[in-house]
């Protein structure tokens, strides 16, 4: 069974998910919720395969909440459900680590198709668009403001983060000291207003699984 958690501000919308995703025996929904600091308290307690995640609530947005989650569970799968082709809500929910970002308009057939593959591991965001957010981190380009401040020395220290590297393999592929990746590291942190190394790695693994495509 695959376990989902539904999170969206209209009861109707959620009721017809619910039915939706039931229909084939193969998906249970554990929780749902219209609330975003409801959710992000229920979320990580019920440890879902998949959180189905609308981006705009009153009370905040789906795309935090997957950040928030995958920091403290990387396990929990985040699906954006939103109404808006938003490029920038896109780019959102990249950096917060979602597999996948799907609008409102989609058929039932496929947001079955999407719970399925979004649980197994797979990856709906199109690598060319990943690609382009990572340009877009690189060149500075319209990139969040945390991420602006970090040096190009920075950057490439959160990409190894990303790759599940230590300081001591980071230091050997830059060619640095340990204590000064070390610094680096706490810097990267400190810019990111992050308080563990987990948490980057959070931030970074999607972008990082679409480069290497």
């Known amino acids: 069974m695959i376990r989902v958690f539904l999170l969206d501000d209209h009861e109707v919308v959620r009721r017809g998910i619910c039915e939706l995703l ?10 749902e919720s219209g609330s975003a600091v409801e959710a992000l308290r229920r979320i990580p307690a019920l440890r ?4 189905i995640l609308d981006a705009r609530l009153p009370d905040g947005n789906g795309i935090d909440v997957c950040r928030d989650v995958r920091a403290i569970d990387p396990s929990i ?17 990249i950096m917060a680590g979602a597999a996948g970002y799907v609008l409102k308009q989609i058929r039932g057939v496929d947001l079955l198709d999407a719970v399925r593959r979004v649980a197994a591991g797979q990856s709906l965001l ?6 382009r957010v990572l340009s877009r981190i690189r060149d500075g380009v319209q990139a969040p403001d945390e991420l602006r401040s970090l040096t190009d020395q920075e950057l490439k220290i959160l990409r190894h983060i990303a790759q599940g590297m230590t300081n001591k393999e980071i230091a050997q592929e830059m ?12 810097s990267v942190l400190t810019k990111l207003g992050l308080e563990r190394r987990t948490q980057a790695a959070v931030l970074a693994t999607n972008l990082m699984r679409g480069s290497s495509r």
Not at 48 to 51: E, G, H, I, K
Not at 126 to 131: G, L, Q
Not at 180 to 186: D, G, R
Request: net charge negative.
């Open 126 to 131: 199109d690598p060319a668009v990943t690609a």
């Open 175 to 186: 060619c640095l000291a340990d204590k000064t990746v070390k610094n680096y590291v706490s």
């Open 22 to 31: 039931t229909q084939d025996g193969d998906i249970e929904v554990v929780g």
């Open 48 to 51: 879902p395969d998949v959180a």
């Open 77 to 93: 799968h985040g699906l954006v459900l939103t109404s808006y082709d938003d490029d920038e809500a896109l780019f959102a929910a």
